[in-house]
């Protein structure tokens, strides 16, 4: 046995003598071709190479061989035997018609190499068009079009004064609704994945011949998911209303927001003074992460983070742990300023037009989650959380005569939370009216309402919110200022507190592993394979967001389908009042000052009754010459001060509140002097209780109040008692 078995060691080890031998040997007879200018490099197959790149599903490599309009190489297996009929769109069209773009080609510093060209396909006829030709279709009673991207036909046919009615259905639309996290849509790429067929060839417009198999697929697989409602209720006829909100645009006050940004410049400049004083150093640049980063941890020793190859941390988060330090505390004041400068003030003013309005640009088929987006300018990231980002909403006007009506929804995400999840706790708390984070923390501590504190609310409301977006102790900790220990302990009272809030998420994530993605209450799907990933950071990244999406995308879908329903009723009513602007959970109208109360009546009935859940969904409705006007909501509170009625309408963003004095003459120091009916506006500052004393009647000094103003759940109230 012992020499049996070391003749098999000795075997293996000669075949891996050899073995090496031959790897190590040059071979000098490999099959290649040796004739001369056999490897020059030349153009290549360049509709074959981007075909395979389809193919294989790498996009980017298009891009970066510059392969971009390149028409891919057709399979000759599937290729069609019928050559299409090119001709011109006839004097009197009718019928059904496939619309589509042939994309621009771009050539160096994208140089336009070949346009934008439109066509129009029907059965195997091609009809190239010119843009007469094209905005005369969108709107013609004998036809009708499905089409790839009818945001650009939309704005076409409004610009001709037009609604665009002849469109029936967008390609487009569909592919984001069946695959959220692609980056882009184009035909090209998504003919080969389809796999869609060819009725026909033709060179100068090569999708033309697979338009109408691509689009019956797509139509046939979104039947199948069971997204026909999703897509002909919500997608489809939001387009539209999207485009209208385009071409309305924002009225802007120009010379206000350049008076905010010289007030800007004059901030930057004081808190840069003071930093170079801080620093000891004129030549101190703050925007230079490697200055900034030699500064705080090697200068001055503060606390670091980590450090990289190109010097320490000096990220948002880092700084943020040190903002105690007066230094530190100016360098994130100036990169407040310097951003609300560059990226508004100045981007504003360079996208207002000709009518004075601000056309942003909508965005349907970016967000994951369904939600929208805007750009050129993105208006739906204006800060709002400080008094100097706040007022940039001063500068949104109503044209004159009209005023702007804001209804925001009021914590949907967790009316809807409270919905699926079937918590009773929660559900009660909002059929009641309870303020839900006075209540959660209620619950929590096993006190009585009256007794939760301001902090302990915010804590409520912290963990309400980071349960959603799925947070762990350690951001909890972040967001709430105490250790990881305690965020712990809090997280786990919750969700013992409430299982069922508990059972959903674990149930979410359990059945996106299981099915490979998420869904909304309406079917929209998320794909999730990042629950499939071996790395632990990538898998936790995406529990978060099958906890989430469910919860964000049905908000999103709701949003969504109340837009729809209130442009339609402004249409349907013949009011003058537009539809201007979505903003996450608000929507914006601008209305004619006789037409206030009809908007105000619709914005309510079809936000609130667009879908009927176990909680009811609530809007707050503002009116304000100005967005930030507009934006404030609250309830009234009537009181009566020895005969003096007081109408008190709070603020519900750290701003101002207006106090409507009826039957007195009443001086504020704070405000102006008026007689008769006044109305006095107060600066409140971040804080739970704000005391406005020294209110006295001009008439008699006997009439004395003092008013607090209890900051919370974006409602304001109002204590008064006579002294």
Not at 284 to 312: A, I, V, Y
Not at 377 to 391: K, V
Not at 659 to 681: C, D, L
């Amino acid at each position: 046995t012992n020499y049996l078995g070391a003749t098999l060691v000795w075997e293996g080890q000669r075949l891996k003598s050899y073995l090496s031998h031959t790897l190590g040997t040059i071979r000098t007879d490999a099959p290649i071709d040796t004739a001369e200018g056999a490897y020059k490099v030349t153009e290549g197959n360049k509709p074959a190479a981007v075909r395979l790149m389809q193919e294989l599903e790498i996009q980017t490599l298009i891009t970066r061989f510059g392969l971009d309009g390149i028409v891919p190489e057709q399979d000759p297996d599937t290729l069609p035997e019928v050559d299409a009929a090119i001709a011109s769109l006839p004097a009197e069209p009718s019928g059904h018609y496939l619309v589509a773009a042939r994309p621009a080609v771009l050539g160096k510093k994208s140089a336009i190499v070949q346009p934008e060209a439109w066509y129009a396909v029907q059965d195997t006829t091609v009809y190239p068009l010119s843009e007469e030709e094209l905005v005369s279709l969108l709107d013609d009673p004998k036809v009708t079009l499905d089409v790839f991207d009818s945001a650009p036909l939309y704005a076409r046919a409004m610009a001709a004064g037009s609604w665009g009615s002849s469109i029936v259905w967008d390609g487009k639309l569909a592919a984001y609704l069946l695959d959220a996290s692609a980056s882009k849509y184009n035909l090209s790429e998504l003919i080969i994945s389809y796999r869609a067929d060819a009725a026909f060839t033709c060179e100068k417009w090569p999708d033309a011949g697979a338009l109408a198999d691509l689009f019956a697929k797509m139509k046939a697989e979104i039947t199948a998911l069971g997204e026909d409602s999703l897509y002909n209720d919500i997608e489809f006829p939001l387009a539209q209303v999207l485009a209208d909100m385009t071409r309305i645009g924002i009225l802007v006050d120009k010379e206000g927001i350049e008076k905010f940004g010289v007030k800007m410049r004059s901030e930057l400049e004081d808190v840069l003074t003071r930093i170079h004083m801080e620093t000891g150093s004129a030549s101190f640049n703050p925007n230079s992460p490697k200055q900034l980063g030699e500064m705080l941890f090697d200068t001055m020793g503060l606390p670091h983070g980590k450090k990289t190859q190109r010097g320490w941390s000096t990220d948002a988060e880092t700084l943020e742990a040190l903002r105690d330090y007066p230094l530190v505390e100016d360098i994130l004041q100036y990169r407040a300023y310097q951003k609300l400068n560059s990226t508004y003030v100045e981007g504003l003013l360079k996208v207002i037009a000709e009518d004075g309005r601000i056309h942003t640009r909508f965005n349907q088929t970016e967000a994951r989650t369904g939600r929208l987006s805007s750009d050129n300018p993105n208006l739906q990231n204006i800060p709002i959380r400080t008094e100097l980002g706040s007022q940039l909403r001063a500068y949104f006007v109503a044209r004159p005569g009209c005023v702007l009506v804001d209804a925001d929804y009021s914590q949907i995400e967790l009316r809807i939370l409270a919905h699926v999840t079937g918590d009773e706790h929660m559900q009660q708390a909002f059929l009641t009216g309870e303020d839900i984070h006075r209540s959660t923390a209620a619950k929590i501590y096993g006190l009585p309402l009256e007794q939760v504190t301001p902090r302990l609310r915010s804590s409520a409301k912290a963990i309400n919110f980071g349960i959603m977006y799925g947070k762990g102790a350690y951001s909890l900790s972040k967001d709430l200022g105490i250790p990881v220990k305690e965020a712990d302990t809090f997280l786990k009272t919750y969700l013992d507190t409430f299982p069922k809030v508990d059972g959903y998420m674990k149930d979410c994530i359990a059945h996106a592993k299981d099915k490979g993605y998420v869904e909304t209450l309406f079917g929209r799907r998320r794909a999730l394979p990042e629950l499939a990933s071996s790395n632990f950071q990538v898998r936790a990244s995406g529990e978060r967001m099958a906890r989430n999406t469910p919860i964000q995308g049905t908000a999103a879908d709701i949003i969504k389908l109340a837009m729809v329903h209130v442009w339609q009723r402004l249409r349907d009513e013949k009011l003058q009042a537009r539809l201007l602007l979505q903003v996450h959970d608000e929507l914006i109208v601008e209305a004619p000052e006789e037409e206030i109360d009809e908007v105000k009546r619709i914005l309510k009935e079809e936000m609130e009754n667009v879908v009927h859940y176990s909680v009811p969904l609530t809007t707050e409705v503002g009116v304000g010459k100005t967005r930030r006007i507009a934006h404030i909501g609250g309830k009234e509170v009537f009181e009566s001060v020895q005969g003096v009625v007081l109408q008190i309408v709070a603020c519900r963003i750290v701003g101002q509140f207006h106090a409507h004095i009826i039957g007195h003459n009443i001086s504020v120091h704070t405000g102006n002097v008026h007689t008769g009916f006044q109305i006095i506006m107060i600066d409140v500052k971040a804080c739970d209780l704000f005391h406005c004393s020294n209110l006295q009647g001009r008439d008699s000094a006997q009439h004395r109040a003092v008013f607090g103003f209890f900051h919370y759940s974006k409602i304001g109230a109002i204590l008064s008692r006579n002294l």
